[in-house]
């Protein structure tokens, strides 16, 4: 079945890039995703990356999606405090009929 | 802000009730998807309405089931709820003609006791 496995916790300094990884196993998968979420609120979305892309950069946030490993991965410039949150991969699957989600990745930016 | 709402925002019911949570999608949106997300993890798929029909299931049981109306505004029901039902339950609209970018709403916390 399908899966997105990703690590539970990061820890960086301010200023440094943080990077996150995910993994994921359905190679039918169209669309890749990175959510944010902060404490009691929703999900916002930062960015995506279609299945035949290799990057995508936005401002601070880049994108990289290795589709022979499965791996995607967030790298966000000059971290700020403002970054500290649980970050999201997810995949859609079946042209978007299911979607699935990692488990979250809490960042959390040190002074 | 994504323009896509639910309410209410919490909710207390007790096991064996039932329960039925609303979302309203952002303008010019015509897809709806439902997830539930359990404390400490991650979104789980429950399912989608696309122009008002069932499009996509997630590993959910029949007591979860959905609406979506002609202004693709959507309810989520659920039967004979259960504590482990207890989540924040999450609706994200998109537009499946344009795209599968969704923008998700800010949540409904259900609690069962």
């Known amino acids: 079945g399908e899966d997105v496995e990703q690590s539970l916790f990061l820890s960086v300094r301010e200023g440094d890039s943080s990077v996150i990884n995910c993994t994921y196993t359905?190679?039918?998968?169209?669309?890749l995703y990175w959510y944010k979420q902060e404490p009691g609120a929703g999900l916002q979305l930062l960015t995506y990356?279609?299945?035949?892309?290799d990057m995508k950069q936005d401002q601070r946030l880049t994108v990289l999606l290795n589709k022979k490993d499965k791996h995607l991965s967030l790298r966000i410039a000059d971290t700020q405090t403002g970054d500290s949150a649980i970050y999201f991969c997810?995949?859609?699957?079946?042209?978007?009929?299911?979607?699935?989600f990692g488990p979250g990745t809490r960042l959390s930016v040190l002074p | 802000e994504t323009g896509v709402t639910q309410s209410p925002t919490h909710l207390i019911k007790t096991r064996g009730q039932q329960v039925t949570l609303r979302c309203s999608s952002q303008?010019?949106?015509?897809?709806v998807s439902w997830y539930q997300q359990a404390l400490g993890q991650g979104p789980q798929f429950i399912f989608q309405?696309?122009?008002?029909?069932?499009?996509g299931r997630g590993n959910f049981p029949p007591r979860f089931s959905g609406l979506q109306f002609p202004n693709y505004s959507s309810e989520l029901n659920v039967n004979a709820l259960e504590l482990d039902d207890s989540a924040l339950y999450l609706c994200?609209?998109?537009?499946?003609?344009?795209?599968?970018?969704?923008?998700f709403g800010p949540g409904t916390r259900l609690t069962v006791t």
């Open positions: 997810a995949e859609a699957i079946l042209y978007g009929q299911n979607f699935v």
């Open positions: 359905d190679s039918s998968s169209t669309y």
């Open positions: 309405y696309y122009r008002e029909e069932e499009n």
């Open positions: 990356i279609f299945s035949n892309m």
């Open positions: 994200a609209s998109s537009n499946r003609d344009r795209g599968l970018e969704q923008y």
């Open positions: 303008s010019g949106h015509n897809t």
